[in-house]
Nanobody, 127 residues
Framework: VQLQASGGGLVQARGSLRLSCQVS????????IGWFRQAPGKEREGVSC????????YYSDSVRGRFTISKNNADNTVYLQMNSLKFEDTAVYYC?????????????????????WGRGTLVTVSS
């Protein structure tokens, strides 16, 4: 199981970026994929999730209405479209998965729900 996040970069506030999570060793329709982020000096926090188990999605309060998660099973990629970016969205973004069935219908997306992680991609939003 491997995941690789990409698409980060430098963007001005109110701009947009689309992150990609390329998965291998399984298909994007097998397991839930979560997006997390970690800002300097802060704990890793759950941002979004999509689950094939029940079709559920999750967005944290801080990104709901601005970020959209989607997947393309044909190329085993999960995307995170990020619009109206804010300075506080600056962080390293990670995608993660787990072989256990995960519903994204949850009150909080927790790091311990996922056992496999990819390398992150840095998103920097300039104010």
């Amino acid at each position: 199981v491997q995941l690789q996040a990409s698409g980060g970069g430098l963007v001005q506030a109110r701009g947009s970026l689309r992150l990609s999570c390329q998965v291998s060793g399984f298909t994007s329709d097998d397991y839930a994929i979560g997006w997390f982020r970690q800002a300097p000096g802060k704990e890793r926090e759950g941002v979004s999730c999509i689950s094939p188990m029940d079709g559920s999605t999750y967005y944290s309060d801080s990104v709901r209405g601005r970020f959209t998660i989607s997947k393309n099973n044909a190329d085993n990629t999960v995307y995170l479209q990020m619009n109206s970016l804010k300075f506080e969205d600056t962080a390293v973004y990670y995608c993660a998965t787990d072989a256990s069935p995960i519903s994204c219908s949850t009150a909080e997306l927790r790091v311990e729900m996922f056992g496999s992680w990819g390398r992150g991609t840095l998103v920097t939003v300039s104010s």
